[in-house]
């Protein structure tokens, strides 16, 4: 009794083979162009650095002591020369009281020493007296003058130490930091405390930016250079490189060599220690032939097929990409070799393969269909 129901099982799974599988055509991708136009494209090498003076200088204390004055402060504009600081000179002028003092006690012994040759050469020339006292007269004489001398040194060694009680500035500049307080003491024991950093002029600044490996065979002396600054994000300022230092820093695994960016600051509007968004101009091109990178990027699906057959024979030189034109035929593709120049980020310049007008696929779609992979290699 369940025979009958054999036919229209089978008749049923055989439309439904046809409807999904067989009896289904493939679809027919369709692809996004552009044309390849003739523009201008200027690139850049990007790097970040910070705003310094070209010249700062750290105003220290060659001794120890409690800041008595601060005769400057933060933004205070100073002259060469200008005490900008004092140190209490008590124990230090005590000391230059002492010496003073050891430096004539040293005299008086040294005339002593004198006296006491002369007696005895008086006395060896009256046959009077035997010449070992003589000669031991004279050991002390020399010896008190030297005695004189060890402390004519350490008087001046108290008077130095003395002056340096009085802080002075070594250029004419703006104080940008001020690291101590009156009443606190300063040590110089093992290093020079640091009281001031003074900025020479800041109407002239550099930026010191950390390019990477990959870029730095771009960048060269005398290069232009923009930037910002998060103090004026609408504003674009200028500046020039003087300096590529060739001792590279590896930090994480990443090699970066110090650019310097000479800016001039007029109006005094760039401060020390701001954080600079650099773009180092590299190259420029006017009116040439350029297409988007996204053309330079763009793989075919799965199952495209090309009008050129050899296409996966293609060997691609350094310096040239794959390219894909739409094909004559429906949904078929035909690749070609483009020479590459510079490139600004979103669109690179064609030195050979293409003219003006030819539309470059940049994507395309399919239902159904699987990405073929990346494009191939350079």
């Not at 012994?109 to 009077?128: C, F, H, P, S, Y």
Request: proline share 5%; with cysteine.
């Amino acid at each position: 009794m369940k025979k009958p129901f054999l036919p229209a099982l089978l008749a049923v799974l055989c439309a439904a083979l046809f409807l999904g599988g067989c009896g289904r055509k493939s679809a027919v991708p369709t692809f996004e162009t552009a044309p390849v136009q003739t523009g201008d494209i200027t690139q850049y090498v990007t790097a970040t650095g910070t705003l310094n003076a070209v010249v700062s200088v750290d105003v220290g204390s060659q001794i120890s002591g409690r800041i008595q004055a601060l005769n400057a402060d933060f933004n205070s504009l100073v002259k060469k020369g200008e005490v900008i600081a004092e140190i209490d000179t008590s124990l230090y002028q005590a000391a230059v009281d002492q010496a003073k003092g050891d430096l004539e006690s040293a005299r008086a012994a040294l005339d002593l020493a004198q006296i006491k040759v002369d007696r005895e050469r008086a006395l060896i020339e009256r046959k009077a007296g035997p010449q070992s006292d003589l000669d031991t007269a004279e050991a002390e004489y020399r010896q008190a003058k030297a005695t004189l001398d060890i402390k004519k040194a350490l008087l001046a060694q108290a008077n130095a130490n003395l002056d340096h009680c009085r802080i002075e500035a070594p250029v004419d500049g703006i104080v940008i930091t001020r690291k101590v307080d009156v009443g606190q003491t300063v040590a110089a024991a093992m290093t020079t405390p640091v009281l001031y950093t003074i900025a020479k002029d800041i109407r002239q600044m550099r930026i010191i930016t950390n390019v990477s490996e990959a870029d730095i065979g771009q960048v060269k002396n005398g290069q232009t250079a923009e930037f910002t600054v998060d103090a004026f994000p609408d504003e674009v300022f200028n500046g020039k490189i003087s300096q590529v230092r060739l001792s590279g820093t590896c930090t994480d695994n990443v090699v970066t060599y110090q650019t310097v960016v000479d800016v001039a600051n007029p109006e005094q509007k760039l401060f020390p220690n701001m954080t600079a968004q650099v773009s180092i101009l590299v190259a420029q091109r006017r009116g040439i032939l350029t297409v988007p990178n996204a053309a330079l990027r763009f793989a075919p699906l799965e199952g495209t097929k090309f009008e050129n057959a050899d296409v996966a024979s293609l060997k691609v030189a350094r310096g040239q990409r794959v390219v894909y034109l739409p094909g004559k035929a429906p949904g078929t593709l035909r690749a070609v070799l483009v020479k590459v120049g510079i490139t600004n980020g979103m669109d690179s310049e064609i030195l050979d393969g293409l003219k003006k007008g030819d539309a470059v696929v940049t994507a395309s779609t399919a239902s159904g269909a699987k990405s073929g992979g990346p494009p191939p290699p350079i």
